[in-house]
């Protein structure tokens, strides 16, 4: 398997297979894998030649300096994963902060249409213009046919495809369900710092979602939210930090259900200091 440490050595495989009119999907990942990645790199190898999987903690998304240094690098258990899907057909981009940003880590400013101020964005100051902005050099030197993300950010899927279609980016963007533990729990890289007694009490939090889902059929948003909340303040683990119900295309809160519009629930739920993100749809 190939691990390309600089974006020069990748551009002269990405033009070789462009000269071919070989398709080249991209999977884009901060590491630490596990088996929702994998998933995400099957997919894509089943629809492209070559699936370029980029391996990057990305500065500018993170709001907290302390969540950037906790955050685990994995690469060389990641690389053992990623063998176990294909080791010829996945090409492996791990570059450093300066390949990525020349010197310069600095987000670009980007207009999302609103979608960037609703829930992830209340609450981490300028994360979505960082994802942007990461994303875009990505996209500017993988040159992807097709780019694979998962809905467990699903916040992050519709703001990717709103910068794809503002800046006219010829990528299709392909959204991918959420990968589950047995247990439910949506997976993610932070799942690996659980304390034991939180990973037992994580699952409450899909528990919840799909009670929510089923509620959300005869009653209101407000009655559904209320409840959710309530759920939660009884909870002696787990600290519910938002509940939200919104219009799947605007993302924003919904105040009145309309049987013409698609909604989904968000959730943010803290288990000691790790935060969990998780959502469904509703209808």
Request: charged fraction near 30%; aromatic fraction near 10%.
């Given at each position: 398997?190939?691990?390309?440490?600089?974006?020069?050595q990748?551009?002269?495989?990405?033009?070789?297979?462009?000269a071919?009119?070989?398709s080249?999907?991209?999977?884009?990942?901060?590491?630490?894998?596990?088996?929702?990645?994998?998933q995400?790199?099957?997919?894509?190898?089943?629809?492209?030649?070559?699936?370029?999987?980029?391996?990057?903690?990305?500065?500018?998304q993170?709001?907290?300096?302390d969540?950037l240094?906790?955050?685990?690098?994995?690469?060389?258990?990641?690389?053992?994963?990623?063998?176990?899907?294909?080791?010829?057909?996945?090409?492996?981009?791990?570059?450093?902060v300066?390949?990525?940003y020349?010197?310069?880590?600095?987000?670009?400013?980007?207009d999302?249409?609103?979608?960037e101020?609703?829930?992830?964005?209340k609450?981490?100051?300028?994360?979505?213009?960082?994802v942007?902005?990461?994303?875009?050099?990505?996209?500017?030197?993988?040159?992807?046919?097709?780019?694979?993300?998962?809905?467990?950010?699903?916040?992050?899927l519709?703001?990717?495809?709103?910068?794809v279609?503002?800046h006219?980016?010829?990528?299709?963007?392909?959204g991918?369900?959420?990968?589950?533990?047995s247990?439910?729990?949506?997976?993610?890289?932070?799942?690996?710092?659980l304390?034991?007694?939180y990973?037992k009490?994580?699952?409450f939090?899909?528990?919840?979602?799909?009670?929510?889902?089923?509620?959300?059929?005869?009653?209101?948003?407000?009655?559904?939210t209320e409840?959710?909340?309530?759920?939660?303040?009884?909870?002696?683990?787990?600290?519910?930090?938002?509940?939200?119900?919104?219009?799947?295309?605007?993302?924003?809160?919904?105040?009145?259900?309309?049987?013409k519009?698609?909604?989904?629930?968000?959730?943010?739920?803290?288990?000691?200091?790790?935060?969990?993100?998780?959502?469904i749809?509703?209808?």
């Amino acid at each position: 398997m190939e691990v390309y440490t600089e974006k020069q050595q990748l551009l002269k495989v990405v033009e070789d297979l462009k000269a071919k009119n070989l398709s080249i999907g991209l999977v884009p990942t901060m590491g630490a894998l596990h088996q929702g990645h994998l998933q995400l790199v099957k997919r894509a190898l089943g629809e492209n030649y070559k699936v370029v999987v980029s391996i990057f903690v990305n500065p500018t998304q993170f709001d907290k300096k302390d969540d950037l240094e906790k955050y685990p690098r994995t690469l060389e258990n990641d690389v053992s994963l990623l063998k176990t899907v294909s080791k010829a057909d996945v090409l492996v981009y791990a570059p450093t902060v300066d390949d990525i940003y020349e010197g310069h880590a600095v987000s670009e400013k980007f207009d999302f249409d609103g979608l960037e101020f609703e829930m992830e964005g209340k609450f981490r100051h300028g994360h979505f213009d960082g994802v942007g902005t990461v994303v875009k050099r990505f996209f500017e030197i993988v040159k992807p046919h097709k780019a694979y993300f998962g809905e467990k950010d699903f916040q992050q899927l519709q703001i990717i495809r709103k910068m794809v279609e503002k800046h006219r980016i010829p990528v299709k963007i392909v959204g991918c369900k959420i990968h589950r533990e047995s247990n439910g729990l949506a997976m993610s890289s932070r799942n690996t710092r659980l304390k034991p007694e939180y990973k037992k009490a994580a699952p409450f939090i899909y528990k919840t979602l799909k009670a929510a889902k089923e509620k959300f059929g005869t009653k209101s948003a407000g009655k559904v939210t209320e409840w959710v909340e309530n759920q939660f303040s009884k909870h002696e683990l787990l600290e519910l930090e938002y509940f939200i119900i919104s219009e799947t295309e605007t993302l924003k809160p919904v105040k009145r259900k309309s049987n013409k519009k698609r909604y989904r629930a968000f959730i943010a739920v803290y288990a000691d200091d790790i935060r969990l993100i998780d959502n469904i749809a509703l209808n």
